[in-house]
């Protein structure tokens, strides 16, 4: 499964996406709600920790179960729209795709301990799922091996080479250009 920095580029790249669409469909009105209204390295920040967030079910030993699932992200969304005073639509729909991101990600890994990948579809089913081509190699987490921070280093990069460009373009379709737009 990838590492906490992929999936904090993950979840600011599905937040920006969420601004990029509501910019799309509601020119300027979109970007008065709260998720995106507040300072851009707040926004970014609340991103990154929502789509870390399901990792935290290391703590009481679920790991990749239903903090994992479409179901969480359904959740997730519904605190998002409960939170939000004005525009609760987008709050809600940033905060799910930071959350959904995780899951995808996750999804995309490789994960070669039983039960293989992730609880992807509870509450309907419970069932683990995984993709058959996975884009993010195993994390080790046997750190007083020497080939496991070797593998670490390894899986690192080739995170990095996948999401920091998205990510990067991502921001800055979200950010500098409805920046710009506004100028004209
Ligand atoms: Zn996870």
């Given at each position: 499964?990838?590492?906490?920095?992929?999936?904090?580029l993950?979840?600011v790249t599905?937040?920006?996406?969420?601004?990029?669409?509501?910019?799309?469909?509601?020119?300027?009105?979109?970007?008065?709600?709260?998720?995106?209204?507040?300072?851009?390295?707040?926004?970014?920040?609340?991103?990154?920790?929502?789509?870390?967030?399901?990792?935290?079910?290391?703590?009481?030993?679920?790991?990749?179960?239903?903090?994992?699932?479409?179901?969480?992200?359904?959740?997730?969304?519904?605190?998002?729209?409960?939170?939000?005073?004005?525009?609760?639509?987008?709050?809600?729909?940033?905060?799910?795709?930071?959350?959904?991101?995780?899951?995808?990600?996750?999804?995309?890994?490789?994960?070669?301990?039983?039960?293989?990948?992730?609880?992807?579809?509870?509450?309907?089913?419970?069932?683990?799922?995984?993709?058959?081509?996975?884009?993010?190699?195993?994390?080790?987490?046997?750190?007083?091996?020497?080939?496991?921070?070797?593998?670490?280093?390894?899986?690192?990069?080739?995170?990095?080479?996948?999401l920091?460009?998205v990510t990067l373009?991502a921001?800055?379709?979200?950010?500098?250009?409805?920046?710009?737009?506004?100028?004209?």
């Open positions: 499964m990838p590492t906490p920095i992929a999936h904090a993950g979840g599905a937040g920006c996406l969420v601004r990029i669409s509501a910019a799309l469909v509601r020119p300027g009105c979109a970007l008065d709600a709260p998720l995106v209204r507040i300072e851009r390295r707040r926004t970014i920040a609340a991103l990154a920790f929502l789509a870390m967030l399901p990792d935290a079910d290391l703590l009481v030993g679920m790991h990749r179960s239903v903090t994992h699932s479409v179901g969480a992200v359904l959740i997730a969304g519904a605190v998002g729209w409960a939170s939000g005073r004005d525009g609760r639509l987008l709050t809600a729909a940033a905060v799910a795709a930071a959350y959904a991101s995780h899951v995808l990600l996750d999804w995309l890994g490789t994960d070669p301990g039983p039960p293989h990948g992730i609880m992807a579809w509870w509450p309907w089913t419970h069932e683990f799922y995984l993709s058959d081509q996975p884009l993010f190699m195993r994390i080790c987490r046997e750190y007083w091996l020497p080939d496991c921070w070797r593998n670490n280093i390894l899986a690192l990069g080739r995170e990095l080479v996948v920091v460009p373009t921001l800055f379709f979200a950010y500098r250009l409805p920046r710009r737009t506004r100028r004209t």
